[in-house]
Structure formats: structure tokens, C-alpha cells
């Protein structure tokens, strides 16, 4: 076997292998992109479960607003 042929067959399987995930990737981004999570409001049940955590870390303490931050 010459070392061409290795080559050629590396370099193949190399070519193969980024078209393959190449499609891979844009099919995800299709998939990702047409079931998006919808945005929900957040309830009452996660204000209080936030409220009792920081009454129990830090005692008589009240809660006036709540932010997400990114």
C-alpha cells in the first residue's frame, strides 16, 4: 500500500466525516429553531419558594421585586 493511498483514504474519511456533521448540525438548528420553548409568566408558587429561601438565609428580610438577570 503507498502512502498516497493512505492519504487519500484519510483525507476521504476526513471529508466524509465534516459533511456528515456539517448536516448534522443544520438539521439540530431546523429541529431547535421549530420547537422553540415559548416564554411563560412566571407563577406565584415560584415568587414564594424564592421569598421563603431568602427568609430562611436571611431572617426578616422582605421581598420587593423579583429580576431575572442575563
Not at 11 to 32: H, K, Q
Amino acid at each position: 500500500m503507498n502512502s498516497t493511498d493512505i492519504l487519500s483514504i484519510s483525507f476521504s474519511a476526513f471529508v466524509t466525516v465534516f459533511f456528515v456533521l456539517s448536516c448534522l448540525a443544520i438539521f439540530m438548528n431546523i429541529i431547535v429553531k421549530s420547537f422553540a420553548v415559548k416564554k411563560t409568566e412566571t407563577d406565584a408558587a415560584i415568587y414564594s419558594a424564592i421569598a421563603s429561601a431568602y427568609q430562611t438565609i436571611y431572617p426578616g428580610t422582605k421581598i420587593t421585586k423579583i429580576e431575572e438577570t442575563k
